[in-house]
């Protein structure tokens, strides 16, 4: 599957759920599948998308977070798998868009090109619910894994590693980040909506 036909799948499974998306192709695809309030596109912050993620899921243990991740972001960041484990908010889903290479920047491969295994780095830092998925049958799967849905509920995070293609980016969401941010808030229920480009 091509990164955007995850993309799409992940955005049709989350219902309202909060999606908070990397910086670069990951954040492109989700404005291009479905924007809304309820997406926080964060640019200029490579590698903080789980970390950002993490400190929602806490915030508001009441909603599913979803992160969407790309491998060489999640790579600058490992750390934030092990704060992860420790933590295991029940409420977290991490999908990681890994195309093997660092394809905002023009393609060059990521560690996960030559064998680095971000499943298994996940594992190694307490995150029990993992899984490599390489079709959108078994992105659905894993995705539905801790929803409400689910007769057992798994107990903590999901992080899938979500196999994809890249695909040629073809809508950017806006740049504006303080109007990106208050609607966010406004989309989760926190603040009253803003309009974008009019200063606080």
């Known amino acids: 599957m091509t990164r955007l036909e995850a993309t799409q799948v992940i955005v049709e499974?989350?219902?309202a759920a909060p999606i908070v998306a990397s910086l670069g192709h990951p954040a492109y695809d989700l404005f291009a599948a479905g924007d809304r309030p309820q997406n926080f596109y964060t640019w200029g912050s490579m590698g903080l998308a789980s970390s950002v993620g993490l400190g929602l899921a806490l915030a508001r243990p009441d909603v599913?977070?979803?992160v969407l991740d790309g491998d060489g972001s999640l790579l600058m960041n490992l750390g934030s798998l092990a704060t992860i484990g420790l933590l295991r908010?029940?409420?977290l889903v991490l999908v990681v868009m890994d195309n093997?290479?660092?394809a905002t920047t023009g393609g060059q491969p990521t560690p996960t090109a030559h064998g680095a295994d971000l499943e298994a780095a996940a594992r190694a830092m307490a995150i029990a619910a993992t899984a490599t998925v390489r079709t959108e049958a078994e992105l659905r799967t894993f995705l539905k894994q801790g929803s409400e849905s689910t007769p057992a509920p798994v107990s903590g995070p999901v992080f899938i590693v979500a196999k994809v293609t890249e695909s040629a980016p073809t809508a950017k969401p806006p740049l504006d980040c303080v109007f990106i941010k208050q609607r966010f808030m406004a989309g989760i229920g926190e603040t009253e909506p803003a309009t974008e480009g009019k200063p606080l």
């Open 13 to 15: 499974l989350a219902g």
């Open 89 to 91: 908010p029940a409420n």
């Open 100 to 102: 093997e290479e660092y």
């Open 64 to 66: 599913r977070v979803v």
